[in-house]
């Protein structure tokens, strides 16, 4: 399987502040790629690194093979990110610019651009071609950056909180359109996003930040098929750690004023051993919650 990202040891700082520190990231040809974490993790200085946009003082991405940054050749650096559809967590169109004449400018850097998928995709978003980018409400914003980015036939797909402001109905044709895109096996997709319940739906995997550092780089099924958070009694987080239903370290205890949650790796483990704690599947969030707070046991 090729990889369409591949970077290594991303590093920046800003003022002796530590925005990216050893940052490693794949997205595989085939595969959505879920990045979670808090505002101010690391999440957009990541992507505007692997889009080149952000100089970094050590690491190396490559796009598609070829190799971006210090000593990378022009034409090799333009024709990869060519093969690039890119949203940003902001419009960044000029707000006086119609729809339509965003598709006009847009398309001058794309030799591969197709006027009449650019046309569906608006019609299909429900964007009228004859209004301005300033009268657009953030989440119609979002869809035409999503259009602009799909009309020139990509192979990866890089979004930053691309389905923020949409509607649940509106997120899910987006995630229809995104399952779509990857059944083609040369495609891929980084998703950054608040909304975990979208990348529950579509991530194949899901790598999290906080602080600049990747915390975890796992298979979604892992997560959600596997892990539990054993919701109990502070008086039984004993008796699961005493379970052997964890190596230790591996747990994560998460105590609230009236109850206390214990990330499991395996539930059905601690179903059989301990029936009577309540075992629920664990959420992205769940994890990433308990992953960045949660004690280890």
Known sequence: MNDLIKARGLTKSYGGTTVLDSVDITVPA???????????AGKTCTIRALLGLMPLDSGSVELFGEPLGA????EAIVRAKRRIGVVLDTCPFIGDL??????????AAYPTWRACLFEDLLQRFELDPQRKVKDLSRGMGMKLQLACALAHEPELLVLDEATAGLDPLARDEV????????????HG??????ITTDLEKIADV??????????????????TDSMGVA?????????????????????????HEHSTDVLVPDRFSLA?????????????EDYLQLVLKGEPR
């Open 30 to 40: 085939g595969t959505i790629v879920g990045f979670v974490g808090a505002n101010g």
């Open 71 to 74: 000593g990378a050749r022009d």
């Open 98 to 107: 119609t729809v339509k004449a965003v598709g006009d400018v847009v398309k």
């Open 175 to 186: 995630l229809d359109i995104l399952r779509a895109f990857v059944t083609d096996e040369r």
């Open 189 to 194: 997709i980084l998703l950054s996003s608040h």
């Open 206 to 223: 899901v790598v999290g930040i906080d602080g600049g550092r990747i915390l975890f780089d796992l298979e979604k099924d892992a997560i």
């Open 231 to 255: 919701r109990c009694r502070a008086a039984d987080v004993e008796r699961i750690v005493n379970a052997g239903v964890a190596e230790q370290g591996t747990l994560r205890v998460l105590r």
């Open 272 to 284: 059989r051993q301990l029936p009577d704690i309540a075992c629920d599947p664990c959420s992205i």
